[in-house]
């Protein structure tokens, strides 16, 4: 089975500071997202990254930045938190291939509170 | 840009019977590929099933099958035999054939719960 981890369930953090969201994929696949989803608004796409140190705005980029150094690790940056940032984040990562379009396979997610 | 609607933000059905969420899409693409999610609470998000819009027949999973209605942009889930461990968020989600991975546009849910 496919396994995405997220490096916290839950988080707080204060305004201002710098956060660091880790995502960990074990099955080699090539693209991974984060996201961040909001109750009534669904999920939003952040950054997506289809390739080492390749990277892509999602709808919602502003506040954040990502690091993809290894295949199996991405990272999402919060250069300075701020209250409209508490959200779950979710990670994801899928396959590359036409018979896998769109099947993603997500981490648990991580319940950040900025404060 | 391609949206996608689902108009039942919550749905409740009783245990054992069957329950059709719904969901509508707006895409002046011709392929594309359709997907339900399902989110348990405190639970990662699974993929249910997925459609390929060229395909005329309704993908089906176990007890979960698929409305596909190609004219109309609609593309409802259908739980038969409903359990207790399908109480979750459902989203339904939209990707056009051979665009970017990035584009998986989902809708904003609809959660479902089983009751006893």
């Known amino acids: 089975d496919v396994k995405v981890t997220q490096s916290s369930r839950y988080l707080v953090k204060r305004t201002g500071e710098k956060v660091f969201l880790e995502c960990v994929q074990d099955?080699?696949?090539?693209?991974m997202f984060w996201y961040r989803q909001d109750p009534g608004l669904g999920l939003r796409l952040i950054y997506f990254s289809y390739d080492v140190k390749m990277k892509e705005k999602g709808d919602i980029p502003e506040g954040y930045s990502v690091s993809r150094e290894k295949k199996e690790r991405f990272s999402l940056i919060l250069e300075s938190a701020s209250t409209n940032q508490t959200s779950m984040y979710l990670c994801a990562s899928s396959p590359s291939g036409a018979g896998t379009f769109g099947e993603q396979y997500f981490g648990p997610g991580t319940r950040l509170t900025v404060t | 840009a391609q949206t996608v609607t689902q108009s039942q933000p919550e749905m409740s059905v009783q245990e054992a019977e069957t329950v059709t969420l719904s969901c509508t899409y707006d895409?002046?693409?011709?392929?594309?590929?359709l997907f339900w999610y399902k989110q348990p609470p405190s639970r990662q998000m699974i993929l249910v099933i997925r459609q390929e819009a060229y395909k005329q027949q309704n993908a089906t999973e176990n007890r979960f099958s698929v409305n596909f209605q190609k004219a109309a942009k609609s593309f409802s889930l259908k739980i038969s035999d409903s359990q207790l461990g399908d109480t979750a968020m459902y989203f339904c989600a939209f990707m056009k054939y051979g665009g970017s991975q990035g584009n998986l546009i989902f809708g904003k849910g609809t959660k479902l719960s089983v009751k006893p």
């Open positions: 895409t002046s693409e011709n392929n594309y590929y």
């Open positions: 099955m080699d696949h090539e693209n």
